[in-house]
C-alpha cells in the first residue's frame, strides 16, 4: 500500500470523482430525458424533468415490443448459459478425473477454440443453422452460445476440478456409486463457485450480445434485448425522449444486476481474461 | 487417474464435443474452403481458386480492405495506449491508503456489465451536434468553439469511437492491473519506504516491472479484440461505417461483404469468407500464443 499524505489524497479524490462523475453522466442523460419532452431535451439539457410521468416509457416499452425482447433475452440467455455449464462441467470432468484414450488430445482440441473468434466463423454458422432450419429460431441463437461457449467454461471448470481432493470420490467409488452419481452428488456441489463465476461471465455476454442475432434473428418477436433497441433506435431515430426511455429500461436490470452481483462479475472477468 | 468404461466417458464427452465440433471448429474450416469459391448463398458454388484474396489484397476491394485494416491497427494502438496507460495510473491511484475503493471500483467497472451496442446509442445521443450533452457542455462553460460534429467529421469520427471505446472499457483494465498490483508483497513496499524511497521511485522500480507480465497479456488480448471491433461502429456510424467510410473496420467490412447492408460493392459469402480468413491469419497465431501461455501459467 503506497502511502500518502493529505494533499495526495485529496488530489486522487478529485481524480477519482471526476471519473465517476464522467461515467455516471451519460447514463444520468438517458434517465431524465426519459421523462422529458422532445421539447424540454432540446431546450434544458441540464435541468431536472418538469414532471415525473411514466408516458414515455409506457410507449417506448409498446413500440419497441420489450415485452417480447425481454423474454426472448431471459430464454435464450438462461437457457444457453445453463447449456453451458451443464455439458462443460461433463467434459471437465472426464478430462480431469478418468484416464481414456485420447484424452490429452481431446483436451487440446478443446483449449484451441480459446483462439477462434466464432465471430468470424459466422458465415459457415449461418448455413449450417439454415440447413438444420435453425436459423431465425431462438434454439438456433442457444445453440450457437452454447457451442461457443465451452471451450473458455471447460477450461476453467477443468482447472478448478484439478484443485479439489479426490479422496471423496474414491471411496463413494468404493461403496459402488457409478461416475454419474459421483459427478452430481460430489463434484458439482464442490465446484459451485466456480460455475456461479463461469455463470455470470457467460450470463453477461450472452444478454449483451448484438452480433449473433443481427445475422440469426430476423423475424419480429424474435428479437433479443440488443437486437430490439437497434431496430427501434433505427426507426424512431428523431424521437429522443423514447430512445431515451427504451434504453433506461434496457439498462437498469443489468445495472442493479450488476451491483448485487459485483463480487462475482469482478472475480469471475478479471480471472478470465488474465489467468 | 482412474479407468472408466466407455459408456459413462461417451455420456461425458459426447455432448460438449459434438456442439464444439459443430459449431466451432467445422465452421473454421468451411471458412477456409469457402474463401476459394463465388456464392451469393444460394445456388450453387463456383470455385474460383485464391481470385477472392487477389481481388482483397491487391484487386478492387484492396482499397476497401487496406483502409479498414489501417483503422483496426490504429484502433490498437490507440485503445492500448489509453487503455492501458490510463488503467494503470488509475490503479495506481487505488493501492493508496485511501478511502471507499469498493464503491470507486464497482462503480468504474460499471460500463463494462452494458451491453457495447447501447453504450453506442447512449452516446450518439450524447455527442449530436445540437443537443448532445458534449457540446452543449462545451458551450456553457464557454468553449463553445471546441463543439464539433464529432461523429460527421470524418478527421474526428474514428478518434471519437476510441474515446466512447476507452470509456467501456478502461474499468475493465482498472481492475486488472489493480488485481496485479496488490498481489505484490507489501514487504517489497515497505522495505523501499525504510531504505528512503519516494512513491514515484516505488512505483516505476517495483510496481512497474511487477505489473509487465500482465501488461503483455493485456496487449495481446487488446490485439484481438481489436480486429474484433464491430458493436460500436454500427451504433455511431452504421454499417456504412460512415462519413465517407472514415470509421470502416473490418468487422464491418466482413459484415457489409457476406450479409449486405445497401451499398455493399459487392455480397458474396465466398469473399466474406476470404476476408473472415485474412482475419484468422492475423488474430489467431496470437490468440494461441496467449492460450499456450495462459495453459502454461497454470500449470506452473
Known amino acids: 500500500m503506497l502511502r500518502t499524505s493529505r494533499l495526495t489524497k485529496l488530489i486522487i479524490y478529485a481524480v477519482l470523482v471526476v471519473y465517476v462523475i464522467i461515467i455516471i453522466t451519460p447514463f444520468l442523460m438517458i434517465f431524465m430525458n426519459s421523462f422529458k419532452s422532445l421539447r424540454e431535451i432540446f431546450l434544458k439539457p441540464f435541468s431536472l424533468p418538469s414532471q415525473f410521468s411514466?408516458?414515455?416509457?409506457?410507449?417506448?416499452?409498446?413500440?419497441?415490443?420489450?415485452?417480447?425482447?425481454?423474454?426472448?433475452?431471459?430464454?435464450?440467455?438462461?437457457?444457453?448459459?445453463?447449456?453451458?455449464?451443464?455439458?462443460?462441467?461433463?467434459?471437465?470432468?472426464?478430462?480431469?478425473?478418468?484416464?481414456?484414450?485420447?484424452?490429452?488430445?481431446?483436451?487440446?482440441?478443446?483449449?484451441?477454440?480459446?483462439?477462434?473468434?466464432?465471430?468470424?466463423?459466422?458465415?459457415?454458422?449461418?448455413?449450417?443453422?439454415?440447413?438444420?432450419?435453425?436459423?431465425?429460431?431462438?434454439?438456433?441463437?442457444?445453440?450457437?452460445?452454447?457451442?461457443?461457449?465451452?471451450?473458455?467454461?471447460?477450461?476453467?471448470?477443468?482447472?478448478?476440478?484439478?484443485?479439489?481432493?479426490?479422496?471423496?470420490?474414491?471411496?463413494?467409488?468404493?461403496?459402488?456409486?457409478?461416475?454419474?452419481?459421483?459427478?452430481?452428488?460430489?463434484?458439482?456441489?464442490?465446484?459451485?463457485?466456480?460455475?456461479?463465476?463461469?455463470?455470470?461471465?457467460?450470463?453477461?455476454g450472452i444478454w449483451n450480445d448484438f452480433f449473433f442475432p443481427l445475422i440469426i434473428i430476423n423475424s419480429q418477436g424474435k428479437e433479443t434485448v440488443p437486437l430490439a433497441i437497434s431496430i427501434f433506435f433505427g426507426e424512431y431515430s428523431n424521437q429522443w425522449n423514447l430512445i431515451s426511455a427504451a434504453l433506461s429500461m434496457s439498462v437498469i436490470p443489468i445495472m442493479i444486476g450488476f451491483f448485487l452481483l459485483s463480487r462475482y462479475f469482478i472475480v469471475g472477468i478479471t480471472q478470465g481474461a488474465v489467468k | 487417474m482412474q479407468k472408466i468404461s466407455r459408456k459413462f466417458i461417451l455420456l461425458f464427452v459426447l455432448p460438449a464435443f459434438i456442439l464444439y465440433t459443430t459449431f466451432v471448429i467445422y465452421p473454421f474450416i468451411y471458412s477456409f474452403i469457402l474463401s476459394f469459391y463465388q456464392w451469393p448463398g444460394v445456388g450453387k458454388k463456383i470455385f474460383v481458386g485464391l481470385k477472392n484474396f487477389r481481388d482483397i489484397l491487391v484487386g478492387p476491394f484492396a482499397e476497401e480492405f487496406r483502409n479498414a485494416f489501417v483503422h483496426n491497427i490504429y484502433f490498437f494502438a490507440l485503445t492500448a495506449i489509453f487503455e492501458l496507460g490510463l488503467g494503470f495510473i488509475i490503479a495506481v491511484l487505488f493501492v493508496t491508503t485511501i478511502k471507499g475503493k469498493r464503491i470507486f471500483q464497482t462503480l468504474v467497472y460499471l460500463p463494462n456489465v452494458i451491453s457495447m451496442i447501447l453504450v453506442g446509442f447512449i452516446w450518439n445521443m450524447m455527442l449530436n451536434p445540437q443537443w448532445g450533452l458534449v457540446n452543449k457542455f462545451l458551450k456553457t462553460i464557454g468553449l463553445g468553439f471546441l463543439a464539433k460534429p464529432w461523429l460527421g467529421d470524418p478527421n474526428l469520427a474514428l478518434n471519437t469511437i476510441i474515446a466512447v471505446n476507452v470509456w467501456r472499457h478502461l474499468g475493465f483494465y482498472v481492475l486488472v492491473f489493480y488485481a496485479a498490483i496488490i498481489s505484490i508483497h507489501p514487504d517489497l513496499i515497505n522495505a523501499a519506504y525504510i531504505d528512503g524511497a519516494n512513491n514515484f521511485q516505488i512505483i516505476r522500480y517495483i510496481i512497474f516491472p511487477m505489473v509487465v507480465p500482465t501488461l503483455q497479456t493485456l496487449l495481446i488480448l487488446l490485439f484481438i479484440w481489436s480486429f474484433n471491433v464491430f458493436d460500436i461502429v454500427y451504433a455511431l456510424e452504421g454499417v456504412q461505417a460512415g462519413p465517407f467510410r472514415s470509421t470502416d473496420v473490418l468487422g464491418t467490412l466482413f459484415y457489409r461483404t457476406a450479409f449486405g447492408g445497401l451499398g455493399s460493392s459487392r455480397m458474396d459469402f465466398g469473399l466474406g469468407a476470404a476476408i473472415a480468413v485474412i482475419m484468422f491469419v492475423i488474430v489467431v497465431p496470437l490468440s494461441m500464443f496467449y492460450a499456450y501461455m495462459a495453459e502454461k501459467r497454470r500449470r506452473s
Open chain 1, 54 to 204: 411514466l408516458k414515455n416509457f409506457v410507449e417506448a416499452w409498446k413500440r419497441a415490443n420489450l415485452t417480447s425482447a425481454f423474454a426472448n433475452s431471459i430464454y435464450v440467455t438462461t437457457v444457453s448459459v445453463l447449456g453451458i455449464l451443464f455439458v462443460s462441467s461433463m467434459l471437465a470432468y472426464a478430462i480431469s478425473r478418468y484416464d481414456f484414450p485420447f484424452r490429452r488430445f481431446l483436451y487440446i482440441y478443446i483449449i484451441a477454440g480459446l483462439a477462434l473468434p466464432a465471430r468470424l466463423a459466422i458465415i459457415p454458422i449461418y448455413v449450417i443453422l439454415q440447413k438444420l432450419n435453425l436459423l431465425d429460431t431462438r434454439l438456433g441463437l442457444i445453440i450457437v452460445y452454447v457451442s461457443t461457449g465451452i471451450a473458455f467454461a471447460t477450461f476453467l471448470l477443468k482447472n478448478f476440478m484439478d484443485d479439489i481432493p479426490k479422496a471423496l470420490e474414491e471411496s463413494a467409488m468404493i461403496d459402488g456409486a457409478n461416475p454419474w452419481t459421483i459427478f452430481t452428488k460430489i463434484d458439482l456441489p464442490l465446484i459451485k463457485h466456480a460455475l456461479v463465476v463461469v455463470g455470470v461471465v457467460n450470463f453477461v
